[in-house]
T-cell receptor, first 115, second 114 residues
């Protein structure tokens, strides 16, 4: 079964600092990986996805992630944090089953940004 | 346009009530999903519809009954719920029911069972 592990349930940064949110995956086949963001009392918004086309994936709002097969990682980064980046971030892997597809989420990382 | 809409936004119901959640997308997507999200937890898959047919049921109690009347609409019928069913219910859709296609989520329905 496929799974993802997010290291660090809470990350705090200062405004303008680098954001690094960690995600490691476990998969017996080449994975399809996603990062989503969830603001309070809202649904999930797709930040970016990895589908094997390129190892460095650029997403919305200045975020990017690098797929490293040797480290089974897909960490999310942003060079300069903004106050509006404070939210819950979920890494997810797509689990293809015989009858359909399921997204398997990590436990999430809460990003706090201080001024 | 990548919008998935959900109604109602909030719902309070008693344990003997019958209510329904509605989800709609007009992106031509052929896979639709229901997830349940408890506070401070990740979403958990409940049901998947592929080409309007129920393809995955994650052993969800029968008090939750999904329905897909057409390719744009997904309902979740609720009956005799328990207080522990209080959660955010998220609907999502994807272009096709395959791993490479990203899922787009609606804003959710916040359900409280009293």
């Amino acid at each position: 079964a496929q799974s993802v592990t997010q290291l660090g349930s809470h990350v705090s940064v200062s405004e303008g600092a680098l954001v690094l949110l960690r995600c490691n995956y476990s998969s017996s086949v080449p994975p399809y990986l996603f990062w989503y963001v969830q603001y309070p009392n809202q649904g999930l918004q797709l930040l970016l996805k990895y589908t094997s086309a390129a190892t460095l994936v650029k997403g919305i709002n200045g975020f990017e992630a690098e797929f490293k097969k040797s480290e089974t990682s897909f960490h999310l980064t942003k060079p300069s944090a903004h106050m509006s980046d404070a939210a819950e971030y979920f890494c997810a892997v797509s689990d293809q089953r015989q009858a359909g597809t399921a997204l398997i989420f990590g436990k999430g990382t809460t990003l706090s940004v201080s001024s | 346009d990548t919008e998935v809409t959900q109604t109602p936004k909030h719902l309070v119901m008693g344990m003997t009530n019958k209510k329904s959640l509605k989800c709609e997308q007009h992106m031509g997507h052929r896979a639709m999903y229901w997830y349940k999200q408890k506070a401070k937890k990740p979403p958990e898959l409940m049901f998947v519809y592929s080409y309007e047919k129920l393809s995955i049921n994650e052993s969800v109690p029968s008090r939750f009954s999904p329905e897909c009347p057409n390719s744009s609409l997904l309902n979740l019928h609720l009956h005799a719920l328990q207080p522990e069913d209080s959660a955010l219910y998220l609907c999502a859709s994807s272009q096709k029911p395959a791993s490479s296609y990203e899922q787009y989520f609606g804003p959710g329905t916040r359900l409280t069972v009293t």
